[in-house]
């Protein structure tokens, strides 16, 4: 642990807290692509697969319960809860496409051709490029409303703090 790493959790539980307040006060979840949110609940299942079997720390075992929940409870409310007010025709982002490259990249280029290595490496290149839909769903649209704006900014911060750890030499084992 050191202060690069608890930099970007902090930033990116912003992020959720943020996107969650904003749906749930609202009780609407116009503004955010459910597409994004598919992506990263991808992400978090396949760089956490490993939660029943590889203990860390209890600070990392609480994180990985925790984006797991927040990344499934979005999902809830953006496709169950207040799906009335989702805007599909505006996210229409083919995402399908996003996977299948951070699939084949995961598969070609990883430290150890593993299970859990490619899958914790599929999640890595995922993540980079899982806010696509949501940056395409404000170009269709042509309005960044002030809560996902913020949102997307808290992302793109907390990708900032991981850019700046990993390029300090250190590795994310988690």
Known sequence: MNAFRLAGDLHHLAAIIILLFRIYRSESCAGFSG??????ALVFSARYADLMTN?????????????LTTSYLTLYLIYCRFKKTY???????????LILIAGSLALLYNHEFAS???LWTFS???EAIAIIPQLYM??????????????????GSYRGKIQKFLF???TLTS
């Open 55 to 67: 203990f860390v720390s209890i600070y990392n075992s609480i994180m990985k319960v925790v984006f």
């Open 116 to 118: 859990m290595e490619i």
């Open 124 to 126: 890595i290149y995922l």
């Open 35 to 40: 597409k994004s949110q598919v992506l990263f």
């Open 87 to 97: 805007e599909a025709n505006s996210d229409s982002f083919r995402f399908e496409f």
């Open 168 to 170: 300090c030499g250190n």
């Open 138 to 155: 404000f170009y269709n649209t042509k309005d960044v409303s002030m809560f996902p704006g913020h949102y997307v900014f808290a992302m």
